[in-house]
């Protein structure tokens, strides 16, 4: 059941170093459990600051603390093996896109991180931002106690823009990450029918009453939080609730103004380009944005397509052009 969607985005750095938390271990990408824990312990006791007599012992130890808290948690180490083997150590990363998305985590989710710990900006680039619209949305918070509800759960999907054009029930399939019996990382799918609000943004949240961990003692089940992203669009790009629809226009029509044929998210209209336009004038489609309230506008950018000099004859138009027309496209820059 669908109770109601909130704004919270996440925010990353442009670029940090990648780590390679399975290097900084020294163990296998298939390690299982009880590996990842016996290697921790022996490093950890190797550079704990206290003891070891290594240089860069405290430096280490930060960074093994920070592998560890990934990859002995099933959820962070999944999502982080969604990356690969990802650029060397070191070298600047940034975290695509759809990272994380079709995840299903307990708690904040991705960004669940302990109590103040001082992580690198390349785990906060990961799991510092993600999941904090969850808890807005409604996130436990103190409301009530875990005895007497279930823990809430966090997921990212990526829709199509027609989602939040159209609205309606889609089918997501989520994978849930575990430990199975022999230690390994394993995950599970489930398929929810959503429910998706029309007009919804990326970023917002939606929030599946009980879908989330049974409670413990019988009593009340959490919540699933799914926090929407869309892919790119082949024709529409969005901005809040305004979409930009890069628009080929000819020369002459640009020049002489025309009544040409243009996609909108709702069908194809007539669209009258004004004479003496140029490379780059927006004309704006009143409400046929985003869906809401006050619905946001399409924004049609003019580009001017050039038609190819691939004969005699359409090499002698352009010849004829230029000799008619006085025209110098760098006169602004002095030359």
Do not use: C
């Not at 669908?2 to 704004?7: K, Q, R, S």
């Not at 860069?56 to 093994?64: G, N, S, T, V």
């Amino acid at each position: 059941m669908i109770l109601g969607f909130t704004v919270g985005r996440a925010e990353y750095p442009s670029a940090v170093e990648f780590k390679d938390y399975y290097q900084v271990m020294g163990v296998a990408r298939d390690a299982t459990e009880a590996e990842i824990k016996q290697a921790y312990r022996r490093l950890a006791r190797k550079y704990h600051p206290d003891v070891s007599k290594e240089k860069d012992a405290e430096a280490r130890f930060k960074d093994l603390g920070e592998a560890y808290e990934v990859l002995k948690s099933a959820e962070k180490r999944a999502a982080y093996d969604q990356l690969g083997a990802g650029p060397r150590p070191g070298e600047n990363f940034k975290p695509p896109p759809d990272w994380g998305s079709g995840f299903e985590f307990s708690g904040a989710g991705p960004s669940g991180t302990a109590g103040g710990a001082d992580y690198s900006d390349f785990f906060e680039s990961l799991f510092g931002g993600a999941g904090a619209g969850a808890r807005r949305a409604g996130h436990r918070g103190g409301r009530a106690s875990a005895e007497d509800r279930g823990e809430d759960h966090h997921a990212k999907v990526l829709l199509d823009l027609d989602a939040t054009l159209q609205g309606g029930s889609r089918q997501m399939t989520l994978r849930v990450p575990e430990i199975d019996a022999d230690g390994r990382l394993v995950s599970r799918e489930r398929t929810l029918n959503v429910q998706v609000p029309k007009g919804i943004l990326p970023g917002q949240t939606i929030r599946l009453a009980g879908q989330g961990s049974a409670a413990p003692a019988g009593g009340k089940a959490g919540d699933l939080y799914i926090e929407v992203e869309f892919q790119p669009h082949p024709l529409y790009k969005l901005d809040g609730r305004d979409l930009y629809l890069e628009l080929p226009v000819a020369p002459w029509e640009a020049a002489l103004g025309a009544t040409v044929k243009t996609p909108t998210p709702n069908g194809v209209v007539e669209l009258k380009i004004p004479p003496g336009s140029h490379a780059g004038s927006k004309l704006r489609l009143k409400s046929r944005g985003l869906p809401a309230a006050t619905p946001g506008d399409l924004y049609v950018v003019l580009q001017i397509a050039l038609p190819p000099a691939a004969d005699e004859k359409s090499k002698d138009a352009y010849r004829a052009m230029a000799a008619a027309l006085p025209f110098n496209p760098r006169s602004n820059l002095g030359v």
